[in-house]
């Protein structure tokens, strides 16, 4: 009975995942766009690991992340926006993280692998994407 319920209900795990990932996405660069102070931190933090040109890698990285977030959050492009996510994760673990702890890395790898199963998925029957393409309206 439990089993007939979930596989009916599906969908349910990744609005939840969905909107985990994207209200964390979005709270973790909401200080960088609303206050260019942050945004000044993290350049100089890109800057302590050698990407170039830090100020502009800061700009890209935190508004891929912000208008992406809100893409997931609203289940609008949800493949597009995790494909942006997953791109600028991956340059976070590479750049960033590459030589911490595998514990110090966990939380940008959970939100890559994330990321991932909303590539795969795709949009779930909660969201706008699934809405647009009904071919019952």
């Keep these: 009975m439990l089993k007939v319920w979930l596989?009916?209900?599906r969908d349910i795990g990744i609005v939840l995942l969905r909107l985990f990932v994207s209200i964390r996405i979005i709270l973790g660069v909401?200080?960088?766009v609303f206050h260019w102070e942050h945004m000044i931190v993290f350049r100089d933090f890109l800057g302590k690991f050698h990407f170039p040109y830090p100020l502009v890698g800061a700009i890209i990285s935190v508004y891929a992340q912000f208008i992406a977030g809100l893409l997931v959050l609203m289940g609008f492009?949800?493949?597009f926006a995790a494909f942006i996510l997953i791109i600028n994760f991956i340059i976070a673990l590479f750049m960033v993280h590459l030589n911490d702890s595998l514990e110090s890395?966990?939380?940008?790898?959970?939100?890559?692998?994330c990321c991932i199963?909303?590539?795969f998925y795709g949009s779930d029957k909660?969201?706008?994407?699934r809405f647009m393409h009904r071919k019952d309206r």
Aim: glycine share 0%; hydrophobic share 50%.
């Design 7 to 9: 596989d009916k209900n």
């Design 30 to 32: 909401l200080d960088n």
């Design 77 to 79: 492009r949800i493949r």
């Design 105 to 113: 890395m966990t939380p940008a790898m959970a939100l890559l692998f």
């Design 117 to 119: 199963v909303l590539l």
């Design 126 to 129: 909660y969201s706008i994407d």
